[in-house]
């Protein structure tokens, strides 16, 4: 087991709450049918757009997408430039943030409530902070690319991105670079935990529980699809299963190595979706 036995669990907890908080997040957004017939959706704020792409299409633009943000990412690592990395992290957060606070809050309210969760991220370093925001990040961000996608695209979308996750971290290694960058810099796209190990030398070090913002966001995209075509319980079953795949990977972690998480998690999402084919 990589972490200790209280950080593996809780680790495991927080992905669970994250994929819980974004479910109700995604719903309020999701269009509703009222008796009367008519159908109403709530607007993203900011007057926020949706990519307009096809639903059957919608993973190679997506997918494309994801590719040009690590390129650019690659280039804030090469040159060093934590400030303009700091600069796109504070940005994001703070729309993500706007649009899952929206889900429950005046537009004003939530636009101040991010800026301030997004600038303690940024100075504050404070663990509860960045991984209570981080329970809200991904709910806001699948608000806005869940319905853009149908089951099928988001299952090809994300055997795209174990694939690519798998090649990153055992080949190229670009992804474990990425994360010791972001270390390096200070702020973390994802959970993070820091805790004490005492190592054979009977010597206290530090050491941090990560799991990247990615493996959480992805991993919701497809429970949110399954949201909207489905049910809550559907998508609640399939986000527990995934969780579940995510323990047995933290078990059979070792300490001191990188693994591409997307491939596990992607099974477990492909497995939560049969036992809803079979129980609902």
């Given at each position: 087991m990589k972490h200790t036995l209280l950080i593996?669990?809780?680790l495991a907890l927080l992905?669970?709450?994250s994929h819980f908080t974004g479910l109700i997040?995604?719903?309020k957004y999701l269009p509703k049918t009222l008796p009367s017939g008519e159908i109403v959706e709530k607007e993203l704020p900011l007057n926020i757009e949706r990519p307009q792409v096809e639903e059957t299409t919608s993973y190679l633009p997506i997918f494309i997408i994801i590719l040009i943000s690590t390129a650019i990412a690659l280039i804030f690592i090469k040159f060093q430039l934590f400030k303009l990395w700091k600069l796109w992290f504070f940005i994001s957060i703070a729309l993500t943030l706007t649009?899952?606070?929206n889900a429950f809050i005046s537009q004003m309210a939530a636009i101040v409530l991010a800026i301030i969760l997004a600038l303690f991220k940024l100075f504050k370093q404070s663990t509860i902070i960045n991984n209570l925001a981080e329970i809200f990040i991904y709910g806001g961000l699948a608000a806005i690319f869940v319905p853009l996608f149908n089951l099928t695209s988001?299952?090809?979308l994300l055997v795209l991105i174990s694939i690519y996750d798998f090649y990153s971290v055992y080949k190229s290694k670009h992804m474990i670079k990425l994360a010791k960058f972001q270390t390096?810099?200070?702020v973390f796209t994802g959970l993070n935990i820091?805790?004490?190990?005492?190592t054979r030398g009977k010597k206290i070090e530090f050491t941090t529980a990560i799991l990247g913002g990615g493996d959480i966001g992805f991993t919701l995209f497809f429970s949110g699809v399954i949201l909207k075509e489905f049910s809550l319980l559907a998508a609640l079953i399939t986000s527990f299963v995934t969780t579940l795949a995510l323990i047995v990977l933290l078990f059979s972690a070792k300490k001191g190595k990188f693994y591409p998480a997307m491939p596990i998690l992607t099974l477990g999402c492909f497995l939560g979706y049969?036992?809803?084919k079979f129980i609902i």
């Open positions: 593996t669990i809780t992905f669970l709450a997040i995604i719903d649009i899952a606070f988001i299952s090809i390096k810099a200070k820091p805790y004490k190990i005492k049969l036992i809803v």
